[in-house]
């Protein structure tokens, strides 16, 4: 007996035509990188990213991929109130009226939520602390007391800290337990309270560490108030689409194909770029993945590549294939920040913008219209966004993909070189170059070195 594969999620229709800005607005807008004191004033810098969002409308972009936002320890992913705006950034009419300018431009704005964990100076976490295994909020975490508390609670004294699961060995990051019926409230509560507010989707950081029957439950609350809310998962390895179907979400985000993007490109080994498309057509079966080239956890695009030529490689594919695309601020305009394993290692890649988009260097200009060149065929080629890759030629340093929609014509080739004198590559049915620099022969295109192209085919 057969049985069919199960039906494809498609999130909201108006994630077809998303093209993500993504931004860390600590970074971004210069913060301090640790807590305000108590009874500081607020500090407006919220306000200042309406002024880029006219920059994202630039680029061809249509949605802000928001990072966290609410009141934290440090850098926003230890959080102490989901319902209050970080101080260093603004108050909650900084972030209504950052929404409402969106809103009015057509920008969807997607914000951060971290439940898989909280800072240690989270209210709930505070109360254990103070109140011991008797705390109305102890059954938030994963907790273990000592023996004697263990076994009688009254025994507990002030002072007294117990063990408590924690996120990948962080001990200032607290994780939550997602079986509470506590927690599943609170996280859906939070999501829905923003999605009120103007908010048009969730990241959903660390999804990989949290069970996916507690996002079911959590998504489906949610989008009874909110149906055309987007829920993207941080997925890094794993079963992707297990986890968007199990989970109830919209995507995940697509690690596997923005590490064979960038490595493949360093080594001349396209074959680990084929492979990936072939997964990532498998994904397309099933939902459509959040696709990127850089975001604010990994070393900047421009800083891995050893070849600036090969920058527009990776946009191509970025921008050519199946995906919800993210650009990460500044990756336009080919900022450089390398990732370290240390103690703000993550500050390179996550730096300060100038007061404005015209206080931007020129130099990225070209990069900028790279980009934009990219987007406009995208944007004129709208089914893109489930388009499933093909390779139909692939060498070490050559590659050549058919990227196919559903419908009759709707089929590109992307081609692509790393190689030092001019090549010619097969390109059944290509009739016109529409980005790039080629020379379109009968079923075949000549590329100048480390040459590309979008074709019409």
Do not use: C
Not at 39 to 61: M, Q, S
Not at 282 to 307: C, E
Not at 309 to 333: F, K
Request: hydrophobic share 45%; proline share 7%; aromatic share 8%.
């Amino acid at each position: 007996m057969s049985t069919s594969p199960p039906p494809r999620t498609d999130g909201p229709a108006w994630v077809a035509d998303a093209v993500l800005w993504h931004l860390y607005p600590l970074g971004a807008l210069d913060a301090e990188p640790t807590a305000l004191p108590d009874g500081a004033p607020v500090v407006h810098r919220l306000p200042a990213l309406t002024a880029w969002l006219d920059h994202l409308l630039a680029l061809g972009a249509n949605g802000l991929l928001l990072g966290p936002v609410f009141d934290s320890e440090t850098h926003g992913y230890d959080t102490v109130d989901h319902l209050r705006v970080d101080p260093r950034l603004g108050d909650g009419a900084d972030l209504d009226a950052l929404l409402a300018a969106a809103r009015g431009r057509g920008v969807a704005v997607l914000l951060d939520g971290v439940f898989n964990h909280v800072g240690r100076s989270h209210p709930a976490f505070r109360a254990v602390l103070d109140q011991g295994p008797t705390a109305p909020t102890a059954s938030w975490f994963r907790l273990r007391w000592p023996d004697d508390v263990a076994a009688d609670p009254a025994a507990w004294r002030p002072g007294v800290e117990p063990d408590y699961d924690d996120f990948e060995g962080h001990h200032h990051l607290v994780a939550l337990d997602h079986t509470s019926p506590q927690v599943v409230d609170h996280v859906a509560s939070v999501m829905t309270h923003w999605l009120d507010r103007g908010a048009a989707g969730w990241r959903l950081d660390a999804a990989y560490a949290v069970p996916t029957s507690f996002w079911a439950q959590v998504a489906d609350r949610v989008r009874a108030a909110h149906p055309e809310a987007y829920l993207l998962g941080e997925v890094i390895h794993g079963d992707y689409a297990g986890v968007v179907r199990d989970g109830h979400l919209d995507a995940v985000t697509q690690y596997e194909l923005w590490k064979a993007v960038w490595s493949s490109l360093v080594d001349g080994n396209l074959w680990e770029l084929s492979h990936a498309l072939g997964r990532h057509a498998t994904f397309l079966d099933a939902f459509t993945p959040q696709t990127f080239v850089g975001n604010h956890d990994v070393t900047r695009l421009a800083s891995r590549l050893d070849d600036d030529r090969h920058l527009a490689h990776a946009l191509v594919v970025l921008l050519g294939v199946g995906g919800t695309p993210s650009v990460y601020y500044g990756d336009e305009h080919a900022f450089r920040g390398v990732k370290e394993d240390r103690a703000g290692g993550d500050d390179a890649v996550r730096p300060a913008l100038p007061a404005s988009p015209d206080d931007l260097s020129p130099a990225g200009l070209p990069v900028m219209a790279l980009h934009q060149e990219l987007v406009g065929v995208r944007r004129r080629h709208r089914w893109l966004h489930t388009a499933r890759p093909e390779v139909l030629h692939v060498a070490d340093r050559q590659l050549v993909v058919a990227s196919t929609g559903t419908g009759a014509g709707e089929r590109l080739l992307l081609v692509l070189s790393l190689e030092d004198a001019p090549t010619t590559l097969p390109a059944p049915g290509a009739t016109a170059v529409l980005a790039g620099e080629a020379d379109v022969t009968a079923d075949a295109v000549v590329l100048p070195p480390h040459g590309w192209a979008v074709l019409a085919g």
